[in-house]
């Protein structure tokens, strides 16, 4: 999955990448309790 971020003044970078984590979550159906993989993956 492909991260795009948007400039600093459209929208701040940590709202950014808690959408991509929930969307992630979602998608994936993670499910309660269970590791997110580490940023290299």
Same mark, same amino acid.
């Given at each position: %999955?492909?991260? /795009?971020? =948007?400039?600093?003044?459209? /929208? *701040? *970078?940590? !709202?950014? @990448? $808690?959408? &991509? *984590?929930? %969307?992630? @979550?979602? &998608? =994936?159906? @993670? $499910? !309660?309790?269970? /590791? *997110? !993989?580490? $940023?290299? /993956?």
């Amino acid at each position: %999955m492909a991260y /795009k971020y =948007e400039k600093v003044n459209q /929208k *701040l *970078l940590v !709202p950014q @990448i $808690e959408d &991509q *984590l929930i %969307m992630y @979550i979602q &998608q =994936e159906q @993670i $499910e !309660p309790g269970a /590791k *997110l !993989p580490s $940023e290299y /993956k």
